[in-house]
Every structure is written in C-alpha cells, then in structure tokens.
C-alpha cells in the first residue's frame, strides 16, 4: 500500500484516490480551437519518466490537487491544493 | 439449489445489537443529520456547534456535534431537530436532511481499535481532518464518541446492511 497525501486530509491509501490527468492540461478556449488543438487535450499525455505533475481526486473528502511526484520510485515530493485556473 | 446471493436485511434497528465481549455494536436511531455545504461558520454559530467539526478517529461528544467532511463541508449531528430549515441561506451555505440517508452504528469495546484496523488503513496513533474515508470498503464517516473505546460510523443507508454483515463477520474473529 501506498500513501498519498491529501492536501486537506494528510496521509490516506492510495485506493481512496482517483487520477485526474496531467498537471497544466487545460481545456483550450475560443471559438477558433483547431481540431489538432482538441485531439492533443483529449487524447495526449505527457508520460513521463521520472518528476511528474498531476492532478488527482482525494475521493472521500473531494479534494482535488497537484501531485508532483515521480513516476520511476513512487516517492511523493509535495502536494497541493488546486488553484480556481485549474480546476 | 440456487446460491444465496442476497446481502441479509438489515435487523430491526432497534432492538437488534452484536455482543462479542470485546466488541459491543449497535444502531444508533433518532439522530437528526444535516449536510451544511459552503461557508458555514454563521450557521455553526447560530446552532452553537463546532464549525471544524471532529476528523477521522476524533473525538465527539454530547447531544449536538458537528462532524467534518471536507474543505467546505461538514455533518451536524442532533438527538433533536435543529431550527435550521433545507435549502440555501444567505449566509453562504446550503443545507441538507441526511436523516434517511445515512446509518449510524455505534462500536465500543476494548477491540474497538482492532476493527478499525481490520476495516481502514487509518494511522490510529493520529487523526485526519476529514471523518470521511473507506471503511469494510465503502465510503463511511468514522470518528470516536465520548471516550477512546468508542466509534461511531456512518455509512449510506443502502449499504446499512452489507456493513452490519461485515460487523458479524469480522467481530466473530476477533
């Protein structure tokens, strides 16, 4: 079992939580969004290996917030809550 | 014969308890709960409650507490009816009747922490700022009542019974 922690919470078990997707991955807007533009925020993720930024759900209290963490040894290095411009 | 698939029905809630010495559990009835959403601190005042509400293994006490379930949200909870009327209020908030939705168990015995430690993966040596969290598997408010060896739990009214048969199962073990 792993801990996450929840910026609210503090640490809980990673099965009460749920993957929102890349941090910085924003809905684009306007009228003018070429159809490149909607395929790269649906369907592109960044991956990486190693230092990663997402955003995941503390489910039990619906927490949502930044995770930097990386991807290859699982360590957490800090969490956040989210800010209004990326909900 | 078909295999028996059915969760049991949940047993009268007001007599039926599961004694096993170290473990005493029962159904708490007519505690009134309201959900108080948003910025709740003028209605907490008002209803002379707590407005941080207790955490997951905190400790409530009395007639009227408040329990906490996330950032902007928190359980008030009464052996009585509070004054406080459904809907939104000026003050910043919302309020809704949790009464019919949510069970409420209460656990006391000095296996108390063992069936928390059987159900959750909560650190017992320290709370969390929420009471919400996975308990036997299912979303379930958990925080202690009047003393250590005590828990109150409160899980979604359909899922009262598959808790209760988790209750047998496990306290006969223990």
């Known amino acids: 079992m792993q801990l996450f922690p929840c910026p609210f919470c503090g640490p809980r078990s990673e099965s009460e939580f749920h993957f929102g997707g890349d941090f910085g991955n924003l809905r684009p807007e306007g009228s003018d969004v070429s159809a490149s533009e909607w395929s790269a925020y649906l369907h592109l993720r960044a991956n990486p290996k190693g230092s990663s930024s997402e955003v995941w759900m503390h489910m039990t209290c619906g927490e949502l917030f930044r995770m930097d963490r990386n991807t290859v040894d699982n360590t957490v290095n800090s969490s956040a809550e989210l800010e209004d411009t990326h909900r | ?174």
């Open chain 2, 1 to 174: 014969m078909a295999e028996q698939r059915n969760w049991q029905r949940l047993p009268d809630r007001e007599t039926k308890t599961l004694d096993v010495g170290v473990l005493h559990a029962r159904n708490v009835t007519g505690l009134s709960q309201y959900l108080i959403s948003g910025a709740t601190g003028d209605l907490t005042s008002r209803l002379d409650v707590s407005s941080e509400g207790v955490g997951a293994l905190g400790l409530a006490s009395g007639a009227r507490y408040t329990v906490r379930l996330a950032r902007d949200r928190i359980l008030a909870v009464s052996v009585d009816e509070l004054p406080v009327e459904s809907g939104w209020h000026v003050s910043g908030c919302a309020v809704s009747r949790m009464t019919g939705a949510l069970e409420v168990f209460e656990i006391s015995g000095t296996a108390c922490d063992e069936l928390v430690k059987r159900g959750t993966t909560l650190s017992l040596s320290g709370s969390s700022r929420s009471a919400a969290t996975l308990f036997a598997g299912i979303s379930a408010l958990l925080y202690r009542y009047q003393d250590q060896d005590r828990i109150r739990v409160h899980v979604d009214r359909g899922l009262a019974a598959y808790y209760w048969e988790w209750l047998e199962t496990v306290s006969a073990e223990l």
